[in-house]
């Protein structure tokens, strides 16, 4: 029988907020109370309780911003908070007041941020990382290309139905509704920094919302 090694220094999971699960498109974060945070092969324990505040904390000490971001599983988004804090109610005009803030704020952000440019081009070699110099290269000042979008939990809030009502929202895959950010072209950085600020006007108004992003 195996016998299970505890460093005499391990900390126990009170002292920690969330799990973080690496996955092909980032981390996902999980309550420490979540079954596929527990039962992941591969987790870390985290103090930090949003991602935002992480990922800042990490630029900080690396000196320089990650493509790659974080986000909370959508098992576990607004798990803590659904019984306590019930979602708000809105009337239409409230509505689309909020959205035309959240997409002016959203615009100003993505179009304000700087996006690390990159330079496509041919391989030397069949799969290979690097770049043929004698072959045609393209610089794309917007940097790599992506998609961003906005998760709504849960789809049958007050929010969450007027955007659906607007057209402008729509069902998510695994719960939630998603509002998919179609500014700034393909710029994944630029759109997600759109994403992050929309999703502030409404978390600032008492909704549950996070801004997610991948690479195309």
Known sequence: ?????????????EDFNRRLVGNAYGVTW???ECKIGK???????????????????????????????????????????????????????QALSLFANAR?????????????????????????NDIDPTKRTYYVPDGVCGFAWVLIHPANSSI????????????????????WIHDHDQSMQRKRAHADAFA?????????AYAQSRMD
């Open 39 to 93: 039962l992941a092969k591969r987790a870390i324990r985290t103090v930090y309780t949003d991602p935002e505040v992480r990922n800042e904390a990490l630029e900080r000490r690396n000196g320089f911003k990650s493509y790659r971001r974080d986000y909370i599983a959508k098992c576990c988004l607004g798990r803590a908070t659904k019984e306590s804090e019930p979602s708000p109610r809105f009337t239409e005009r």
């Open 160 to 179: 969450a139905v007027h955007a659906k009502k607007q057209g402008i929202g729509r069902k998510a895959y695994g719960g939630g509704l998603s509002i």
């Open 30 to 32: 999980h309550t420490m």
């Open 104 to 128: 002016t704020a959203g615009l100003a952000a993505g179009n304000a941020f700087n996006p690390t440019p990159m330079v496509v081009g041919t391989p030397t070699t069949f799969l290979g």
């Open 200 to 208: 502030q006007v409404l978390r600032d108004a008492g909704i549950q």
């Open 1 to 13: 029988m195996t016998q299970k090694i505890v460093r005499p220094d391990a900390r126990d999971d």
